[in-house]
């Protein structure tokens, strides 16, 4: 598991805006290992999407990735032509996003979805991908598949749909899954299931994962290390029990005091006034400072804090651990 597959340095990728530059995300470093589960955490906005689409290269206009490395496989993505990229869209980094709608395209029928890719990429015939498709949709759980792999998109419930999207990314046994946010959308019930299935998918076909959400709660079970996001940063990162036991972050120890509980339901960041970082705001110290309960004056909202590490692969980015 110590192998790294994929090792985001340093990246930074912004948005250019008629109202200024977005860095959304800003000198972010990640490094995900074989068979490992990296649990990606941080309040909406923050920058986790920008960074999973930056990985498989899809930022659009105005965004641009501005600097940083993206190894896979050793090799660095961003160098890589849009052809290149195409091949390694699906078999090498599969995506699932937080509504399935938007990756499932409603004009086609399942079996259309999953049977093309299939072919281009496995350079099989139709018939082949259709068997490897129908395999892969009895394995999400997807009652009857041979039947309803000739229905559309709106056919299924959400959860069906995440499921098949799933069914999908994973056909084409890729080396990592990004799994953004794919319980969000969903109702409570269903999110359990979706969880388990990718739990279990992930262990028995041994892929690497970056497991996205804003809930600290819903990563906590899925997840080897935790990577928290605040304003374009990784500000702390753990294995994961290290991260519950001993936060160091205080936006991270917000975090866990803001993990609904099914009696309390959705639980406000309650000891966090104030937004996160907006577009062509320009911050000069920590981007946490201006919310922080522990900021130090003169020290924490004027320069910005580096990497400390604080314990074997615990590693904080705050200025109350560097004295
Ligand atoms: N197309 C875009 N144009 C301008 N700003 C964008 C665009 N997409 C994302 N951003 C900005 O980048 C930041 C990070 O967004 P995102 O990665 O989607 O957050 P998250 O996934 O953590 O909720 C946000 O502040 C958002 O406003
Ligand atoms: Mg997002």
Redesign the pocket.
Known sequence: MTKPLLEIKELRTS?F?DDGI?P??DGASLTVNEGEVVGLV????????????SVIRMI?H??KIVSGEILFKGENLIEYSEEQMRKIRGSGIGMIFQDPLTSLNPVFNIADLMATPLMLHKKIDRKQAMALAVEMLAKVGIASPEKRIMEYPHQFSGGQRQRISIATALALNPSLLIA??PTTALDVSIQAQILDLLTGLQKELNTSMIF?S?NLGVISGISHKVAV?YG?WIVEEAPVKELFTNPCHPYTKALLEAIPTIEGGDRRLKNLPGQ????GEVIPGCRFSSRCPDMIKGVCDTSPPADFITGEKHRVRCHLFVN
């Open positions: 948005f805006t977005m959304s995300v941080g309040e909406s906005g923050c920058g986790k999407t920008v960074m999973s689409l659009a105005p965004g953004d946010e996205i804003h996001m374009g996160p970082p907006t577009v």
